[in-house]
């Protein structure tokens, strides 16, 4: 009944829009915000969200009255309730509005496979999505899951595979939500649970009305019964051979406010790691971002930019920008490395962290390299692991002063002699590998 209702009002206020009798401006500020939810013994219910709308529309009552009358059987009466009103009245139609807004797909239309950067970091990712937009018969990897710190591109990849899927393939239904409105959500259908029925399984019904699945930022799932309605939405939407899509800043296996149910079916799918961009990939957005107007900017700023700041994608692209405004205010010839060490250094002064450990260290550095505190813990010889692992020791001597036997036993439980020659090691690396080095400052400006 509430899609039927829906329907009705949006042609009535089509009608009447097409009548010419508001302003256009008038029409969608008010107007065109109200919502017919009921309509009982002859009268019809419109929700208002402002006194300005109820005033408007009680001057015009007749004119609204006798045009929704043109939609049903017998002329109806209207009667105005404010939005507040009607959620209590009509509980599970609340949901409905609130559900079917964040169900609307809101793609960023300048996330697209096109305007992604790839490199080393990220070729992998991409490949995925866009395999994962082309499956004909049933999904290649169920689920997909993207990992890595924040501001890397994930959501750029999500809104990508929506983009390609509305103008390639739409006839695909997708559904795209942000864990935190998802949990959200499902805490408004808990509330509002009334004798017209239960509203989580209206709202389960609808996230399972979906092709393609995706969500974003997994980690903030942390409501153990929004956890339970997703596990089951999950097991169904893979059953019926949806394709599911996630992105988490961390490794699957360290998700420890999941339930380990959820994380073992993450597990069983493909998870693929993005990493922060390399010097020619930082280098290649920046060249993105500026796109005709190169010349305003020299090419060694471009390469600082790329080697300093390329852990965040967001930072990187919020430096130039930062350095584009200053040269409309100071409008130099070029912005030149003067010109761009004078100004990216108005920078506030962060505040020390009260407290550090060998814990913080250790999340510092695998999320610097797009490690899991497996992979550091563990036995690998591969050399980005074993700087890694050099760098938490190192670390954790310098900056805490933190004996060689409660960093071993920190470390996958090695002993003090390992450690010992672990920071030996780093102590050389410093002297003569330039990369090795600014690693660490790099990792210490995020610690300090």
């Not at 190169?294 to 852990?311: G, H």
Request: hydrophobic share 35%; glycine share 4%.
């Amino acid at each position: 009944m509430p899609s039927t209702l829906e329907q009705m009002w949006s042609r009535t206020l089509k009608k009447i829009e097409q009548s010419h009798y508001f302003n256009d401006q008038d029409f969608k500020a008010w107007i065109s915000k109200t919502t017919l939810f009921r309509i009982e013994n002859n009268i019809a219910y419109i929700a208002y969200r402002s006194s300005i709308t109820k005033a408007i529309m009680e001057q015009q009552l007749s004119l609204f009255e006798s045009t929704l009358s043109e939609e049903l059987p017998k002329p109806v009466k209207i009667r105005l309730v404010e939005q507040k009103e009607m959620e209590q009245m009509l509980p599970e139609v609340a949901v409905q509005q609130k559900t079917n807004t964040l169900l609307a797909n809101k793609f960023n239309p300048t996330y697209t496979f096109e305007n992604f950067i790839e490199g080393n970091s990220n070729q992998e990712a991409y490949a995925a999505c866009f395999a994962a937009c082309n499956a004909v018969s049933f999904p290649a990897f169920n689920p997909l899951m993207l990992y890595g710190n924040s501001g890397l591109g994930k959501t750029h990849l999500l809104h990508a595979v929506g983009n390609y899927l509305a103008a390639e393939r739409p006839e695909k239904k997708v559904i795209y939500m942000y864990s935190g409105d998802f949990v959200s959500l499902l805490i408004e259908a808990m509330r509002s649970k009334s004798i017209h029925g239960n509203t989580v399984d209206q709202v389960k019904q609808q996230l399972l009305d979906c092709d393609y699945f995706l969500i974003d930022d997994i980690q903030n799932l942390q409501n153990s019964a929004s956890q339970e309605v997703f596990f089951t939405v999950y097991n169904q939407l893979i059953q019926k051979n949806s394709q599911i899509i996630i992105t988490s800043d961390i490794h699957p296996h360290e998700l420890n406010n999941l339930q380990n149910r959820l994380v073992s079916r993450f597990s069983s799918g493909l998870a693929i790691n993005i990493s922060k961009p390399g010097f020619e990939t930082s280098k290649a957005i920046l060249k993105k971002k500026l796109e005709g107007r190169e010349d305003i900017i020299c090419d060694d700023v471009l390469d600082y930019l790329a080697l300093t700041f390329s852990n965040d994608v967001r930072n990187l692209e919020g430096r130039l920008n930062q350095l584009i405004f200053q040269s409309t205010l100071f409008n130099p010839e070029i912005i030149d490395m003067k010109f761009a060490m004078e100004h990216l250094g108005k920078e506030p002064v962060k505040e020390k962290r009260s407290e550090l450990s060998i814990r913080e260290i250790k999340k510092a550095v695998t999320q610097f390299y797009g490690l899991s505190y497996a992979d550091v813990e563990g036995k690998s010889r591969l050399k980005p692991i074993m700087n890694a692992r050099h760098i938490c020791v190192y670390l954790s001597r310098e900056m805490l002063q933190k004996p060689y036997t409660q960093i071993g036993k920190d470390l996958g439980n090695r002993d003090h002699t390992t450690i010992q020659s672990s920071y030996n090691r780093a102590c050389e690396l410093i002297k003569k590998d330039a990369a090795f080095r600014q690693a660490i400052d790099q990792i210490k400006e995020k610690l300090i």
